[in-house]
């Protein structure tokens, strides 16, 4: 069951992690994420006339509506560029979400750097720590990009709340598919996030299940021989001379004793006892 839930998040952090550097990918690559109409409303029969329509992103501008239609102008960060706006409100929201720009370019960086890793980390699992890195840069690209988000929302409503009430004009306003991108992102980086951190906490409960526990790195040594450490603690070889017993110096005594040879002249005779049991053994 342990190798069963092991595999499920894996797959599952693999997954939520490539479709959420898909998603901001595509979000941050497009121009969907606000959309812009204003106009004037006819009093005769109370319909109304659009005098611009426009939809961003965080490098351009498209119009499809008014003088500038089916132009596109990229976002000028440094100067500006030459379009017709009809009022200036419209203008100063295309000017302030620009200060978002940089939080899901951040946030895209995280998160390929979070997927390499995760990916490197299934690949070989025994390095338990990749989890845990892969599901931190996870969850900052999941900050980062929020963070973002809330200054884009931000930063749209303040302009359209200071925007003066004119009974003969209308605007409105209305998120695109690649803020809905960029939203949906952020769930699913978090989502890997927290799985890969749990799946390093499951794999480091498991390596310490079957470590050995640290009495067993250093076995007993046995007293009856001076060598039987040589080989299992080579850093405390040779082991500390010891003193001598009076029955091991006697023992080596007797030792030296029976191995010294004898002269050449002496002659030891036969034992008479061998006679003797050949004389009572012929009769049988």
């Known amino acids: 069951m342990s190798s069963f839930s092991t595999r499920a998040l894996t797959l599952l952090s693999s997954v939520f992690g490539a479709c959420g550097l898909l998603l901001v990918g595509v979000a941050v690559s497009t121009d969907y994420w606000l959309l812009?109409?204003?106009?004037?409303?006819?009093?005769?029969?109370?319909?109304?006339?659009?005098?611009?329509?426009?939809?961003?992103?965080?490098?351009?501008?498209?119009?499809?509506?008014?003088?500038?239609?089916?132009?596109?102008?990229?976002?000028?960060?440094?100067?500006?560029?030459?379009?017709?706006?009809?009022?200036?409100?419209?203008?100063?929201?295309?000017?302030?979400?620009?200060?978002a720009t940089p939080f899901p370019?951040?946030?895209?960086?995280?998160?390929?750097?979070?997927?390499?890793?995760?990916?490197?980390?299934?690949?070989?699992?025994?390095?338990?720590?990749?989890a845990f890195v892969s599901g931190i840069f996870f969850i900052l690209s999941g900050l980062s990009l929020v963070v973002g988000l809330v200054l884009y929302i931000s930063s749209i409503n303040d302009e359209v709340?200071?925007?003066p009430r004119e009974p003969e004009q209308f605007f409105h306003y209305h998120y695109g598919w690649s803020f809905a991108f960029a939203a949906s992102s952020f769930l699913l980086k978090e989502g890997a996030g927290v799985m890969s951190v749990y799946l390093f906490m499951k794999r480091y409960a498991e390596e310490e299940m079957y470590r050995p526990?640290?009495?067993?790195?250093?076995?007993?040594?046995?007293?009856?021989?001076?060598?039987s450490?040589?080989?299992?603690?080579?850093?405390?070889?040779?082991?500390?001379?010891?003193?001598?017993?009076?029955?091991?110096?006697?023992?080596?005594?007797?030792?030296?004793?029976?191995?010294?040879?004898?002269?050449?002249?002496?002659?030891?005779?036969?034992?008479?006892?061998?006679?003797?049991m050949?004389?009572?053994?012929?009769?049988?």
Not at 122 to 130: D, E
Not at 213 to 227: I, Q, T, V
């Open 213 to 227: 526990h640290p009495a067993l790195y250093r076995p007993r040594l046995s007293e009856c021989s001076d060598y």
């Open 161 to 163: 709340m200071n925007r």
């Open 229 to 276: 450490g040589q080989y299992l603690h080579p850093d405390s070889w040779p082991p500390p001379q010891r003193g001598r017993s009076g029955s091991e110096v006697s023992s080596d005594i007797s030792i030296q004793l029976n191995q010294t040879p004898l002269p050449p002249q002496t002659k030891v005779p036969p034992p008479r006892y061998h006679a003797h």
């Open 105 to 130: 370019m951040v946030s895209l960086l995280f998160v390929f750097t979070a997927f390499v890793i995760s990916n490197i980390g299934h690949i070989r699992p025994q390095r338990t720590i990749l």
């Open 36 to 99: 812009m109409e204003e106009g004037i409303i006819l009093q005769q029969n109370q319909t109304t006339e659009v005098k611009m329509a426009l939809h961003s992103g965080l490098w351009r501008v498209c119009f499809v509506a008014g003088p500038e239609k089916g132009r596109c102008v990229a976002s000028e960060y440094f100067t500006e560029p030459e379009i017709e706006i009809t009022t200036e409100n419209t203008a100063n929201i295309l000017k302030m979400v620009r200060t």
């Open 278 to 284: 050949r004389m009572s053994a012929s009769p049988c």
